[in-house]
């Protein structure tokens, strides 16, 4: 089944730099690709998403990079704030069905 | 508004004990989902409900069952909690089931502590 992989455990970052996380999955067929974020103590926020039949997709300050062919994606964070600091986790839905398989999850550090 | 609420946030069971646990969505979305996440690790697929359909993983398939009364509420029952039970418990809900995945809302989570 699909699985995948979260290429950066923890990410630490200057406050106003970019953050890059990267995950790689391995079901040539799945076809959507969502973000969440999970700050202390809550549930998984939706931050971001992208479909297989784009390559690229903004929102404000969130980029999300999807490349097909190498099966990977990525979630670009620009001019982070301290506020972005949290545990991001990437996932795919695979073809066998509607499920979200996860990546483990990056822990994002933004500091002054 | 794209609430997803659980309760209990927090509980403790004991070994060999059952344990239920509740989530609620006022959306009308057709689908609601039971993850479960251990510290350092991905959250996992236990099962859905598409509408009245259960859909069980195959790995977890005999350790939990669900229920869904309507389409606001949706339980989580382990009739015999173990150690390993212990994890947080998510609750997600999305819009419809098909071939489009649609965005899955996620509550805050149940954290279950199983002594």
């Known amino acids: 089944g699909e699985k995948v992989e979260q290429h950066e455990s923890t990410l630490s970052v200057r406050e106003g730099d970019s953050a890059v996380i990267n995950c790689t999955y391995t079901d040539t067929a799945s076809s959507y690709f969502p973000w969440y974020k999970q700050e202390a103590g809550k549930g998984l926020h939706f931050v971001i998403d992208?479909?297989?039949?784009?390559d690229r997709k903004q929102s404000q300050r969130l980029i999300v990079l999807l490349d097909k062919k190498a099966k990977r994606f990525s979630l670009h964070i620009t001019a982070t704030q301290p506020e972005d600091s949290a545990i991001y986790f990437c996932a795919a839905s695979p073809s066998s069905g509607q499920k979200l398989v996860f990546g483990q999850g990056t822990i994002l550090k933004v500091y002054l | 508004d794209t609430t997803v609420k659980q309760n209990p946030r927090y509980k403790l069971a004991r070994v060999g004990k059952p344990v239920n646990l509740i989530c609620s969505q006022t959306?009308?979305?057709?689908?609601m989902y039971w993850y479960q996440k251990k510290p350092n690790q991905a959250p996992k697929l236990l099962l859905f409900y598409y509408d009245k359909i259960l859909n069980r993983e195959a790995d977890t398939f005999e350790k939990f069952q669900s229920s869904r009364p309507n389409n606001s509420f949706c339980s989580l029952y382990i009739g015999s909690a173990g150690l390993e039970y212990s994890a947080m418990y998510l609750c997600?809900?999305?819009?419809?089931?098909?071939?489009?995945?649609?965005?899955?809302?996620f509550g805050p989570g149940t954290r279950l502590l199983v002594l």
């Open positions: 997600a809900s999305s819009r419809f089931w098909g071939f489009n995945q649609d965005t899955q809302y």
């Open positions: 959306m009308n979305h057709d689908t």
């Open positions: 992208i479909r297989s039949n784009v």
